[in-house]
Each structure stands twice: as structure tokens, then as C-alpha cells.
């Protein structure tokens, strides 16, 4: 449903004026051309194109909006300008920046930015760690034990707890431990899908944000909805 050559680009070809509907014949470059920030008007995205011969500025309609557009200085997915979408670049973190020279108002910005990405880093590590040994214990639970030694001993330094407790199970407490894992795994992957970021691409496009869930929906079936 979104692959990456639905989000990345080819070539822009069709950009057609805005005053009077006529098509540029050839794409525009950065040699001939200047591009400047995307204007709305009436929910519609236009292009400012100056042509460096004549100085002269139109806006433009770029009618391949699912092709983006690879020439330098020209920005991607016209349409699509708001929010966190599939122009949009991966995001700076504002981690090491620091808040000395600036005015106070910007400093308790920054701090609060820092703050927030201090959270939700910490939050994504909690979900980790509550789901991450889904795959691996998931695998362990299903070999003997002679299978894969090497693998096995992986497993065992890095989730210790829960392999001593499968390896001192009963089979019947083996089997709801074994049905766990599975549901670790599974959770696993609906958090990832649904509050991780989707990925990016080359030259910074990103994907979509239901990419991961239309993804995993595909892959595991309409049981996920659940």
C-alpha cells in the first residue's frame, strides 16, 4: 500500500501556472530556476518559481503530487506541508543544544522541548523493555536444547530472569510462559507500528505515518485490528 517508491521521487514533470493554467514544457532546475516556501491559497499548495534569466516569479501547481522532487533547493510533497507527513525531514534533536546567550523565553522553551524528549525517550525504552524479549524468549521456548547453542547462550545473558524461569518451569507453566512470549512479540510490534516513527527514506523523505500499521495489518492478517 506505501511502498518507498510511493513516498520517494522520480522526476516532477507536469507543473502547470497558476494565472493561466499553462504547463511548464520542461521540469525546472536549480541552474535555471529558484524556488521559494510553499504558499496556500484556498487549501490549495503553490510553488513560487523564479526564472534566473528573466527575475520573473509565478506560482505553480505541481500535478505529479505523488512523484516528490528531487532537485535541489525544491520541496517535497507540496501538498502536504503541515504536520509530520511524508515531506516531512527527520526531526533534530534538541538534546545537546544549549540554552546559555539565549533570551529567557527561548531558554524555558528549550528546556521544555528537552524535557519532553527526555520523556518520551524514556518511555520508549519502557515499552522496550516490557516487550522486546518476545522475539527471542518466543524462539528459545520452541528449541531443544542442544539447537543453535551459540544463539541460546545470547539469550540467556541477555533476559537471564526469564530464561531461569522457563528452564524451572513445569510443562504446563512452560506452555503460559510460551503463550506470553507470543503476546510480547505481538504487543511488540502493534506499539511499534502504531507510536513508533514509520522510518525514512533517501534524501529524507518519510513515510508515512499508517505505513507500519498497513504494513503489519498485511503481514499478520486482520487479527491485528483486534
Same mark, same amino acid.
Given at each position: 500500500?506505501?511502498?518507498?517508491?510511493? %513516498?520517494?521521487?522520480?522526476?516532477?514533470?507536469?507543473?502547470?501556472?497558476?494565472? @493561466?493554467? *499553462?504547463?511548464?514544457?520542461?521540469?525546472?532546475?536549480?541552474?535555471? $530556476?529558484?524556488?521559494?516556501?510553499?504558499?496556500?491559497?484556498?487549501?490549495?499548495?503553490?510553488?513560487?518559481?523564479?526564472?534566473?534569466?528573466?527575475?520573473?516569479? *509565478?506560482?505553480?501547481?505541481?500535478? @505529479?503530487?505523488?512523484?516528490?522532487?528531487?532537485v535541489k533547493g525544491m520541496p517535497q510533497f507540496?501538498?502536504?506541508?503541515?504536520?509530520?507527513?511524508?515531506?516531512?525531514?527527520?526531526?533534530?534533536?534538541?538534546?545537546?543544544?544549549?540554552?546559555?546567550?539565549?533570551?529567557?523565553?527561548?531558554?524555558?522553551?528549550?528546556?521544555?522541548?528537552?524535557?519532553?524528549?527526555?520523556? @518520551?525517550?524514556?518511555?520508549?525504552?519502557?515499552?522496550?523493555?516490557?516487550?522486546? $524479549?518476545?522475539?527471542?524468549?518466543?524462539?528459545?521456548?520452541?528449541?531443544k536444547p542442544r539447537h543453535r547453542v551459540p544463539?541460546?547462550?545470547?539469550?540467556?545473558?541477555?533476559?537471564?530472569?526469564?530464561?531461569?524461569?522457563?528452564?524451572?518451569?513445569?510443562?504446563?507453566?512452560?506452555?503460559?510462559?510460551?503463550?506470553?512470549?507470543? @503476546?510480547?512479540?505481538? %504487543?511488540?510490534?502493534?506499539?511499534?507500528?502504531?507510536?513508533?516513527?514509520?522510518?525514512?527514506?533517501?534524501?529524507?523523505?518519510?513515510?508515512?505515518?499508517?505505513?507500519?500499521?498497513?504494513?503489519?495489518?498485511?503481514?499478520?492478517?486482520?487479527?491485528?485490528?483486534?
Amino acid at each position: 500500500i506505501c511502498e518507498p517508491w510511493d %513516498v520517494l521521487l522520480g522526476e516532477g514533470r507536469r507543473f502547470v501556472r497558476k494565472k @493561466d493554467g *499553462e504547463q511548464l514544457l520542461d521540469p525546472p532546475n536549480e541552474l535555471e $530556476h529558484a524556488f521559494g516556501e510553499v504558499v496556500r491559497q484556498r487549501g490549495k499548495a503553490y510553488l513560487p518559481i523564479t526564472d534566473l534569466k528573466t527575475g520573473e516569479t *509565478e506560482l505553480y501547481k505541481l500535478l @505529479d503530487e505523488h512523484k516528490a522532487c528531487r532537485v535541489k533547493g525544491m520541496p517535497q510533497f507540496l501538498d502536504r506541508q503541515l504536520g509530520m507527513h511524508n515531506g516531512s525531514k527527520q526531526p533534530a534533536s534538541y538534546k545537546r543544544v544549549a540554552a546559555k546567550g539565549y533570551p529567557q523565553t527561548v531558554q524555558a522553551q528549550l528546556r521544555e522541548v528537552q524535557a519532553l524528549e527526555t520523556r @518520551d525517550r524514556a518511555y520508549s525504552k519502557l515499552l522496550d523493555d516490557l516487550t522486546r $524479549h518476545g522475539h527471542d524468549l518466543l524462539w528459545y521456548s520452541r528449541s531443544k536444547p542442544r539447537h543453535r547453542v551459540p544463539e541460546r547462550r545470547r539469550i540467556w545473558s541477555e533476559f537471564p530472569k526469564q530464561v531461569e524461569q522457563f528452564d524451572a518451569a513445569s510443562p504446563d507453566e512452560k506452555f503460559e510462559l510460551h503463550r506470553s512470549f507470543d @503476546d510480547a512479540l505481538w %504487543v511488540g510490534q502493534m506499539l511499534g507500528a502504531y507510536l513508533m516513527e514509520a522510518g525514512w527514506q533517501e534524501g529524507g523523505g518519510h513515510l508515512p505515518l499508517e505505513h507500519a500499521i498497513a504494513d503489519l495489518e498485511i503481514r499478520e492478517g486482520p487479527s491485528m485490528d483486534t
